[in-house]
């Protein structure tokens, strides 16, 4: 694959090569698609949980709500693991 560079961009790329910071202008591109890869799946994961939020506060706001008893969520999370295992 050729791609072309922006002056600016390509100058950048050539100074971090010299810089020592990454043995080829491959090493850097893999480095920054993989830093990229992970932005993206962040940003994946927060609109997900956005939605959950959304969904949480529409239950909320239409009285499908209760209250959370903490004792006895881990006494089912417990119970379900001892008949898992």
């Avoid at 506060?57 to 008949?83: F, P």
């Amino acid at each position: 694959m050729k791609i072309t560079l922006k002056p600016k961009v390509e100058r950048y790329v050539r100074d971090r090569i010299g810089q020592r910071r990454y043995v080829s202008v491959d090493d850097m591109i893999a480095r920054a698609l993989t830093l990229l890869e992970a932005a993206e799946r962040t940003f994946d994961t927060r609109e997900a949980l956005q939605r959950e939020i959304d969904i949480g506060l529409a239950d909320i706001k239409a009285g499908r709500e209760h209250d959370w008893d903490l004792e006895a969520t881990k006494k089912r999370v417990r119970q379900r693991i001892k008949r898992a295992s």
